[in-house]
């Protein structure tokens, strides 16, 4: 009788563990795969309002394009850095036309008006705005860039998520702490930092207990760069557990009890 009931307990277990949800795992396990697809996505990522954008007009007479490079910053007085670098590349002049997208979607552009960005990728906005420029420039060239840049950060941190980047000297360090730094499941020996640099994805890891860290040519952010956090063997222990464990438990509980009930009877 009692072996009855163990054989019957033990079953009720296998299946409880057999359910255990596929999805948490392949997720703990693809954490290069999730941090990629998320850099190739940011790569070609929408103009979006508060994007600031460094449009420089040239052309053979550049008499002809004057009017249309208006608006010029210094480019110290930017906030951000160019996509391939951490230092913002420069006119010859030091400045730059910059162009803050407004909450519509829009520009204003010297003598052409205002200028809609929404559902456009920098080499469509790049390619509208050419097209528009040969009404009144001979063979006009576009420089379009963004001055401000964002970063994914995801996995083990409070709030995972995409950021703007709002100081030129940004660093690993600054872009966890805008997700709210790792929860105490992060690994944090253990960092994967995807970076797109003209359409070629190169990863690393990065161990940020070790104070030499700081050398890592992915410790200054650059733009679309992902960030993913690994969990920790806690967390990963659990995900391989079903979270109705303990309603399973008191049902193989109940069922044994009743079971031992009827057969002793």
């Known amino acids: 009788m009692k072996k009855t009931q163990i ?107 205002k200028i809609s960005t929404e559902g456009k990728t920098l080499e469509t906005f790049e390619q509208e705005l050419t097209k528009s420029l040969t009404k009144y420039i001979y063979n006009p060239v576009v420089s379009l860039r963004t001055l401000n840049y964002k970063v994914t950060v995801l996995g083990e941190v409070s709030r995972p998520g995409t950021y703007t980047i709002v100081d030129n000297q940004s660093n690993l360090l600054s872009a966890l702490g805008l997700a709210g730094d790792l929860t105490k499941y992060g690994l944090r020996d253990n960092i994967l930092v995807v970076r797109n640099e003209n359409g070629k994805i190169t990863k690393n890891r990065v161990d940020i207990t070790r104070s030499d860290f700081i050398n890592s040519p992915y410790y200054y952010m650059k733009q679309n760069d992902v960030i993913y956090v690994s969990a920790n063997e806690t967390v990963r222990r659990q995900s391989r557990l079903n979270p109705n464990a303990p309603l399973y438990l008191s049902m193989a509980s109940i069922i044994v009890t009743i079971l031992a009930l009827v057969f002793r009877n």
């Open 7 to 113: 054989v019957i307990y033990y079953a009720i277990l296998l299946f409880m563990f057999n359910c255990a949800p596929k999805s948490n795992l392949i997720y703990m396990g693809d954490a290069d795969d999730i941090a990629t697809q998320a850099s190739v996505k940011n790569s070609s990522q929408i103009i979006q309002p508060g994007d600031q954008l460094g449009i420089w007009i040239t052309a053979e007479e550049m008499e002809a394009v004057a009017p249309f490079n208006q608006n010029l910053v210094q480019l110290e007085n930017i906030n951000n850095t160019m996509p391939s670098s951490n230092q913002a590349q420069r006119s010859a002049t030091g400045q730059i036309p910059t162009y803050i997208v407004r909450t519509d979607h829009t520009i204003t552009f010297p003598v052409i008006g």
